[in-house]
């Protein structure tokens, strides 16, 4: 990572986002900082490699993995980070893999490890972003989870990328658990 300045100044933002995320609603800092710094460990893999480690390691997205080279990395960061940091627990390790994702019952470290990655300040200035950040202390973090995830999903379709079939059903079990906890 450290060959590629913007990609560790982003992961060192994230850390510092999530961290004070963490400090705020609740979930673990350290973890939270550590998360944030090797979230993409895997990112900086050119595309074909990436796919080809993920066919090798048995990572399944129910479709042909070049469709969604952009999610592969944070699934195969938790399966093999835990080789070169074995100390890194259980918790940390979901997190970083579902960060690109989501998760329909996402723990709190999972929460602020995915809104981080979004809002961290290094992103710049753009509507939905500043939004999701003006949010931070003033709604839960379920609620600013699930903007963050809502926003995510209208940037990919805005976009005109491939939407992973499995984000629909993360979206519809965020929605009904959002709607039972009022």
């Not at 970083?96 to 979004?118: M, N």
């Not at 992103?123 to 003033?138: E, F, N, T, Y």
Request: charged share 25%.
């Amino acid at each position: 990572m450290a060959s590629k300045p913007r990609r560790l100044a982003h992961s060192l933002s994230v850390g510092h986002t999530a961290e004070a995320l963490a400090q705020l609603y609740g979930a673990d800092p350290y973890k939270a900082r550590v998360a944030g710094i090797l979230h993409d460990w895997e990112k900086v893999l050119p595309d074909d490699t990436l796919v080809e480690e993920a066919q090798e390691a048995q990572i399944d997205f129910g479709v042909d993995l070049y469709k969604v080279k952009p999610l592969i990395h944070g699934v195969l960061a938790a399966q093999r980070l835990p080789d070169r940091y074995p100390w890194l627990d259980q918790e940390t390790l979901d997190a970083i893999a579902c960060h690109t994702t989501g998760v329909k019952d996402p723990g709190p470290l999972s929460q602020v490890l995915f809104v981080a990655d979004g809002i961290e300040p290094l992103r710049g200035s753009k509507g939905p972003l500043d939004a999701q950040r003006c949010l931070v202390g003033k709604a839960s973090l379920s609620e600013l989870y699930l903007t963050s995830f809502c926003d995510g999903m209208v940037y990919v379709i805005a976009t005109r990328r491939y939407l992973w079939p499995g984000t629909v059903d993360i979206y519809n079990a965020l929605i009904q658990a959002s709607k039972e906890s009022k």
